[in-house]
Nanobody, 123 residues
Framework: EVQLQASGGGLVQAGGSLRLSCAAS????????IGWFRQAPGKEREGVSC????????YYADSVKGRFTISSDNAKNTVYLQMNSLKPGDTAVYYC????????????????WGQGTLVTVSS
């Protein structure tokens, strides 16, 4: 059974940092892409970042480039999202998701989702 467990959210002041973790189980990590998405109140879920475990290629939304870094520890089946220089606009529930193959920008391209972790950035 494919399972994803997101953690690491919390309350932080603007300019601060958080590291989110997505622990995966139930599938061969090397064959999948892991994406981070977020959904703010009243807004649609949007892609934030993604990493393809097969070749390590990464994707970042323009809004987070230069501030967020995605990384993967294949030995631990865990993907991290280091979030620096956080802004109030980053406030959202963050989700990790997985799909077989490489990253795709669409929410609908991902098959399995973890529960969200709330990130709140105060001004």
């Amino acid at each position: 059974e494919v399972q994803l467990q997101a953690s690491g959210g919390g309350l932080v002041q603007a300019g601060g940092s958080l590291r989110l973790s997505c622990a995966a189980s139930g599938f061969t990590f090397d064959d999948y892409a892991i994406g981070w998405f977020r959904q703010a109140p009243g807004k649609e879920r949007e892609g934030v970042s993604c990493i393809s475990s097969s070749d390590g290629s990464t994707y970042y939304a323009d809004s987070v480039k230069g501030r967020f870094t995605i990384s993967s520890d294949n030995a631990k089946n865990t993907v991290y999202l280091q979030m620096n220089s956080l802004k109030p606009g980053d406030t959202a529930v963050y989700y990790c998701a997985t799909r077989r193959g490489n990253c795709r920008p669409s929410v609908n391209a991902f098959d399995y989702w973890g529960q969200g972790t709330l990130v709140t950035v105060s001004s």
